[in-house]
């Protein structure tokens, strides 16, 4: 019998579903977790990694050092309010699958989201009113680009022309994504998508200007989207105190 890649990857979760449930005794609750993340992370390809000092993970090749500053600031308080929470298992809970974007890797997200199986309309949706920040003017864009790229998404010519109309939606002020500017980051949530939820309203509600966008049945890849605005001041004194607790530990 032949199989393909994602009937086994579909076998294997099973049977690591059926593994939680049948002989939890077997294994500790910590270990039991992490062989299950393990093997969720191995099989949706998302090798992560921990930045050090940080209580957070980022996928491999995402953009981390080109996020605002206050974009950074909200992560590292969703990580506090994470391990205050969860303690260390907050850590494996948030992982970064996407941040900082150049117009080449947006691009490259459009590209992908159409070749996961996301329908035409539904990329175009997402970079159009009435999505926030979006405009007539990113809607033609994205028209535009998408009419490019839905024939064959892996079309060089066609990415480059992709590349241009955002470069020059820039120059107008008409950002295609928060990404762009830096003000963006994706929280994956397989598995965890109303703890991630719980954590974001709690930082929305005392610490950080943001806005939530669920994303979480995307065929691109479950995330929440989330755009910051700015920091409270219970925002930097909550991040002071974690600083205090990291010098002290
Ligand atoms: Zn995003």
Do not use: C
């Not at 605002?68 to 298992?89: C, H, L, N, P, W």
């Not at 850590?91 to 996407?98: A, E, Y």
């Not at 990113?138 to 022309?161: F, G, S, W, Y």
């Amino acid at each position: 019998m032949k199989i393909t890649k994602k009937q086994l990857i579909k076998i294997i979760l099973e049977e690591a579903e059926k593994l939680r449930r049948d002989i939890p005794a077997y294994l500790s609750p910590s270990h039991e977790e992490s062989y299950y993340d393990r093997l969720l992370t191995w099989a949706y390809g998302e090798a992560s990694f921990p930045i050090a000092g940080e209580a957070f993970s980022v996928k491999q090749g995402v953009n981390w050092n080109d996020l605002s500053k206050d974009t950074k600031k909200f992560v590292r308080i969703v990580a506090g309010i994470a391990k205050q929470m969860y303690g260390e298992k907050g850590r494996r809970m948030l992982v970064i699958t996407d941040g900082a974007r150049t117009p080449r890797e947006q691009v490259d997200r459009i590209a992908t989201k159409l070749k996961k199986g996301e329908t035409p309309i539904e990329v175009m949706s997402l970079y159009s009113p009435p999505t926030p920040g979006m405009s007539q003017q990113t809607q033609k864009i994205i028209t535009n680009i998408v009419d490019l790229l839905k024939k064959d998404p892996d079309d060089k010519e066609a990415r480059r022309i992709a590349e241009a109309f955002i470069k020059s939606g820039i120059r107008k002020n008409a950002y295609l994504s928060s990404h762009l500017l830096g003000d963006a980051v994706d929280f994956r949530s397989t598995n965890y998508k109303d703890e991630i939820k719980e954590l974001l309203d709690i930082a929305a509600q005392k610490y950080s200007d943001i806005y939530i966008e669920d994303e979480t049945s995307a065929a691109g890849g479950a995330h929440w989207h989330v755009v910051v605005r700015d920091t409270t001041r219970d925002g930097e004194v909550f991040l002071s105190a974690l600083a205090d607790q990291r010098r002290k530990s």
